[in-house]
């Protein structure tokens, strides 16, 4: 079904230390996943986003780590900074009945960074 | 480049009113989409344009929401009669091509409440 989840609600870090997010989906068939960081009052920001054809990929003290096997995706912070607190969201590319595929988001996972 | 922009930010009406919301996309951005976002979860895909016409609009309340982009660029979502659960923010994003497999970008929403 129609479904992107992640495994915590809320992580709690301290500053400079690593962060990881993870997140589950549904849909094996699904072949572009995206994280966003949104920010209170503020909408959705692009982070980074992988393609199913792909195992990882790094930005800007970030990683993305996909598994086809186990459906799972996961987002690495490195030296994780006050700035770096936010909700952050996956998301996966369905298709179901539709050509041009759409975002399905999960819930969620929100990120506090300790001073 | 300019991003997309919303307005109003904020919105308050009682039930049974109308409102409606507008979006211009990223100059130059074919696709737009309108997501609503209830408090705690990711946003949902409401409506998604390509250029003046719908690709997707299986997920819009259609006996009480509508939508049109009758110029190809900017949109407007409209709510009559509004309900209570229709309380959330209404998020717009646009990217170049259509479809699901690339980065949307986002405005910042209007936050809409409803008494």
């Known amino acids: 079904g129609e479904s992107v989840g992640l495994h915590l609600p809320t992580l709690s870090v301290q500053e400079g230390d690593n962060s990881i997010i993870n997140c589950a989906y549904s849909?094996?068939?699904?072949?572009?996943f995206i994280w966003y960081k949104q920010e209170s009052g503020k909408g959705p920001q692009f982070i980074i986003d992988i393609r199913s054809n792909m195992d990882k990929r790094q930005g800007q003290r970030v990683t993305v780590l996909l598994n086809k096997t186990v459906k799972h995706l996961s987002l690495q912070i490195a030296a994780t900074q006050p700035g770096d607190s936010a909700v952050y969201f996956c998301a996966e590319n369905f298709y179901g009945s539709s050509n041009t595929g759409k975002l399905i988001f999960g819930q969620g996972t929100t990120l506090q960074v300790k001073p | 480049e300019a991003g997309v922009a919303q307005s109003p930010r904020y919105k308050i009406i009682e039930k049974r009113q109308s409102v409606a919301f507008w979006c211009n996309p990223i100059?130059?951005?074919?696709?737009l989409y309108w997501y609503q976002q209830i408090l705690g979860q990711g946003p949902k895909l409401l409506i998604q344009?390509?250029?003046?016409?719908?690709?997707?609009d299986s997920q819009l309340p259609k006996d009480r929401f509508s939508a049109e982009r009758l110029k190809g660029v900017d949109s407007t979502l409209k709510i009559q009669p509004a309900k209570l659960e229709d309380s959330a923010v209404y998020l717009c994003?646009?990217?170049?091509?259509?479809?699901?497999?690339?980065?949307?970008?986002f405005g910042d929403g209007t936050r809409l409440s409803i008494l």
């Open positions: 994003a646009s990217s170049s091509q259509t479809g699901g497999n690339q980065p949307q970008h």
């Open positions: 849909n094996s068939a699904s072949d572009y």
């Open positions: 100059s130059g951005h074919a696709t």
């Open positions: 344009f390509q250029n003046n016409g719908v690709v997707d």
